[in-house]
């Protein structure tokens, strides 16, 4: 029985078999993360430039994209890696790659929800929006996601690498994933783990029930609109975010409460590149496919710089 200690590197699950394949996987990684790392640069340039986009949805919008930004890079490096050079070491980098991608997925899934708030504020207590979400409200609100993401990654972090580890090295995903981790644990103190997974899933069915209760508001208050107008141009403010949050929730729901039966190791590899590569390099486009301010802010940004050129 050896200790989690003696481990030096882990294993991870080889995309391909063949070196075409692993070649082709390498160009599709590479792909999603130049347009994810585009997108969400240039989300937090024109949000950053742009002074008449200083306002709470677009201030969140920032922070998102930098989670996401942080989700990529978190990730696909080291598949892209491994890929091209037909490896599947992974060292101490296990812990730290853990670490972070836990991190910003939980600091996203926080963000989410505080940007759920700022829709039911901005449609079904307008008169008060000023108030609820001033500038230092909003700065407090990012601060906590961001801390409870931290705090969330750290204690899983050191309760996952703190198990003893008799069943190999071998984790049947392509990054570092703390269930995989789990698998290869020989001791009892993994119920310890999965406490704390029990834990941030509770949170996290506390956020879901949340975000349902604030688009049931939501809807009714839009629905009371007399205008079509009016509530075209209500549901147009909540439309990018709702579209965010369904896939978000929906990968990850289905990656983790997918029956056993239906588990395959093809089945896991697709999933958790589905929540993991996708949303990041999806979310940008989506904001700026349905908000007119961030799109002609983000194609200003683009023109000044090719004519800076």
């Known amino acids: 029985m050896s200790n989690s200690s003696s481990i030096r590197h882990f294993l991870l699950l080889a995309l391909a078999d063949t070196w075409q394949l692993q070649l082709l996987h390498f160009c599709l990684l590479l792909g999603i993360s130049l347009a994810a790392l585009l997108g969400n640069g240039l989300i937090i340039s024109a949000v950053a430039c742009g002074h008449h986009l200083h306002t709470p949805m677009f201030f969140f919008l920032l922070n998102l994209a930098l989670t996401d930004l942080g989700v990529i890079c978190s990730t696909v490096p080291k598949a892209m890696h491994n890929s091209l050079w037909d490896t599947r070491n992974i060292y101490t980098g296990c812990a730290a790659q853990l670490f972070f991608f836990v991190f910003f997925i939980g600091t996203e899934f926080s963000l989410l929800t505080v940007m759920c708030y700022d829709c039911y504020v901005s449609i079904c207590k307008p008169l008060h929006y000023g108030t609820l979400l001033g500038s230092r409200a909003c700065a ?116 983790y409460l997918k029956p056993p039966s239906m588990s395959s190791p093809s089945l896991d590899l697709a999933l958790s590149v589905l929540y993991s590569v996708v949303p990041p390099a999806l979310n940008p486009l989506i904001y700026s496919l349905r908000n007119q301010d961030l799109k002609a802010s983000v194609w200003r940004l683009m023109t000044a710089c090719f004519q800076g050129q």
């Open 140 to 255: 407090h609100m990012a601060a906590a996601a961001w801390a409870s993401g931290f705090l969330n990654a750290l204690m899983h972090t050191a309760s996952t690498f703190s198990l003893p580890l008799c069943h190999g090295n071998a984790l049947g995903q392509f990054f570092c994933e703390i269930p995989q981790i789990l698998k290869l644990s020989c001791s009892n103190l993994y119920l310890r783990e999965l406490g704390f997974l029990v834990f941030s899933i509770s949170l996290g069915l506390g956020c879901s029930v949340f975000i349902v209760f604030s688009y049931v508001q939501i809807f009714k208050a839009v629905l009371s609109i007399p205008s079509e107008q009016g509530r075209h141009k209500a549901f147009s403010t909540c439309h990018p975010h709702l579209a965010v949050v369904s896939l978000f929730l929906s990968t990850i729901i289905f990656s």
